[in-house]
Every structure is written in structure tokens, then in C-alpha cells.
């Protein structure tokens, strides 16, 4: 009994003298270059965002506002990155140069009518990387929702936008430190 019991704490210390090594080479090998997230961040440790400029003719301050701070919360969520209001060394800007709302979607019939309407949002980014310039961009990013025809666009635009942003930056999100 005593050597069974021997046997299996000898065991155990090989198995955390094991475990111990191998986490030890995963936080060597990745150096800051990925987050835990699977954010590439390239070494960088901080980053910055921009207000974004509504250019878009019915594009209101709230609604860049809003794309603004989503695009800001889902680089802190999704990554290891310490927000800084400027001169972060990944740093992001950019206009929201759409934003219509145009049928979706049509009743047949004699009198043909709209039953969906579409929100559609484009967003212009400017991704700098300080660090890597290889990897900076400039692309529009596009995404919509859609909403019933009998429904003002000013009772479900918050709704609207954030379904939409949810969207747009995860895939500006993706684009920059997602390494797709």
C-alpha cells in the first residue's frame, strides 16, 4: 500500500512538472504576439480609437458615437490591448460614409407595397499599426438589418445600429487583429 501510494504521488509531480513545461513554452513561444483571445497584436500593447466622423447625410453624432465605443469595447474584450485615447501604437480612425434605408422587401398583389425596410450601414477604417506598417489598411466595411415597413426608422434605430455594429466590428475587429 505504501508503494501504491508512493508510486501515484510520483505520478502526480511528473504530470505537473509536465503541465508546468509545457505552459511555460506556450507563454515563451507566443511573446505578446497573440493574446489569449487569438488577437494578433504583433507586440503592440496599447491602441486608440478615433471618434468616427458622420458623413453619411442621415447619419446622427449618436450613431458614430455609438460604433465609436463598440469598436473600442470589442478590441478590449477580444484582446490583451490597453485602450489609450491617443497615440496608441495599434490605432484606428475613420467616417461612417453610408447610412440609408431603402425596401427590402415587397407585398405582391395589385397594390404592390413595401413590408421590409433596410438599414444599411457603411463605415470607412483607417487601421494603423505603428509597429508593422505591412499591415495597415483603409477598407470600407458594410452591414444591415432589417426592420417592418410600418415602423418608424427613428423607434428602431438604436436597436437597428447595435445589431448592426455588433456586426461591423467584429468584422473591422477580424480585419485588423483577428488575422483573417
Known amino acids: 500500500m505504501m508503494r501504491l501510494t508512493f508510486l501515484c504521488l510520483r505520478c502526480n509531480a511528473i504530470f505537473w512538472s509536465a ?3 509545457l505552459v511555460l513554452s506556450f507563454s515563451v513561444v507566443s ?3 497573440y493574446s489569449p483571445y487569438g488577437a494578433q497584436t504583433g507586440g503592440a500593447r496599447t ?3 478615433d ?3 458622420p458623413v453619411a447625410a442621415l447619419a446622427s453624432p449618436a450613431v458614430a458615437q455609438r ?14 490591448l490597453r485602450w489609450e485615447s491617443t497615440g496608441g501604437e495599434l490605432h484606428f480612425s475613420g467616417r461612417i460614409v453610408g447610412y440609408e434605408v431603402t425596401t427590402s422587401a415587397v407585398s405582391g398583389g395589385e397594390s404592390e407595397t413595401a413590408t421590409q425596410n433596410r438599414l444599411t450601414v ?5 487601421y494603423n499599426n505603428a509597429l508593422d506598417a505591412e499591415l495597415n489598411f483603409e477598407r470600407t466595411f458594410s452591414k444591415f438589418a432589417d426592420f417592418p415597413a410600418d415602423r418608424n426608422l427613428f423607434d ?3 436597436e437597428l445600429t447595435e445589431q448592426i455594429n455588433e456586426q ?8 485588423s487583429l483577428g488575422n483573417w
Do not use: P, W
Not at 67 to 80: G, H, I, P
Not at 168 to 175: I, K, R, S, W, Y
Open 122 to 126: 457603411q463605415v470607412q477604417v483607417v
Open 156 to 158: 428602431v434605430e438604436e
Open 47 to 49: 491602441f486608440s480609437v
Open 19 to 21: 503541465a508546468a513545461v
Open 31 to 33: 511573446c505578446g504576439i
Open 67 to 80: 460604433f465609436t465605443e463598440a469598436l473600442k469595447d470589442v478590441v478590449q474584450r477580444q484582446s490583451t
Open 168 to 175: 461591423l466590428v467584429q468584422e473591422v475587429f477580424n480585419a
Open 51 to 53: 471618434y468616427f466622423t
